[in-house]
């Protein structure tokens, strides 16, 4: 399975709101990253687990909250979220975590933040 | 400052057509290159890698050279299609920083029947 699945597809979400991303990989990848991509731009890193220990980009703002159950799950809690927020959130995993390694995408999740 | 220039225009060509793109950039020494395609709203799709000391490397259709003198990569699609119309991603890898994997903003490529 060289697959890497997200869900949902799409989100519309409320500033008030309280919602989660998912990602799931059976790759036996030691790590899983989520990335942030607005309309023309490069894909951003928000947040790594290498073999499911956390670094965090110090710019992303505390509403997003990362959470790694276990090495082929990975979630995104989204709470109180500005409409600049609105973007395509893409998970990835590489084989060996050194974060410069091949990352294998999921088809992302178009977030909208009303 | 650092940077990674692909150009932000459309290329247009026809189906039949060698395409190339570009990657160029500045004060970054990358162990290795990668490209990516990416179809829109979608995540990006690993294409080819190439390393610092290989000047060429091919996959089918798609051909990469790599030019560390001229801080350049440029990526061949021969006998394009329709198909491939999407936009094309380059990426450093970085020894330093919170991302060590460093994408440039792409290059859409429209190939027209």
């Known amino acids: 399975d060289t697959e890497v699945t997200q869900t949902p597809k799409h989100l519309v979400m409320g500033m008030t709101n309280k919602k989660s991303l998912k990602c799931e990989q059976h790759?036996?990848?030691?790590?899983m990253y989520w990335y942030k991509q607005k309309a023309k731009k490069p894909p951003e890193l928000m947040f790594v687990?290498?073999?499911?220990?956390?670094?965090i980009n110090e710019s992303v703002p505390s509403r997003f909250s990362p959470e790694c159950p276990n090495s082929s799950l990975l979630n995104l809690h989204l709470h109180a979220l500005q409409p600049e927020d609105s973007a395509l959130y893409l998970c990835a995993s590489s084989q060996e975590g050194q974060g410069g390694d091949t990352q294998y995408f999921g088809p992302g999740t178009r977030l909208t933040v009303l | 400052s650092q940077k990674i220039e692909q150009n932000s225009e459309a290329l247009n060509i026809q189906e039949g057509k060698t395409a190339t793109l570009t990657c160029n950039y500045t004060?970054?020494?990358?162990?290795?290159l990668q490209w990516y395609r990416q179809d829109p709203g979608r995540g990006p799709v690993f294409l080819l890698l190439i390393r610092e000391n290989e000047k060429e490397k091919r996959k089918e259709r798609l051909k990469v050279t790599f030019d560390t003198t001229l801080k350049q990569s440029l990526f061949h699609i021969t006998a394009s299609q329709p198909a491939d119309s999407a936009t094309y991603l380059c990426a450093l890898k970085k020894n330093t920083g919170f991302q060590k994997l460093v994408f440039g903003t792409g290059t859409r490529l429209l190939v027209s029947p």
């Open positions: 790759m036996g990848h030691r790590a």
């Open positions: 687990y290498s073999y499911e220990k956390l670094s």
């Open positions: 004060n970054y020494s990358p162990a290795y």
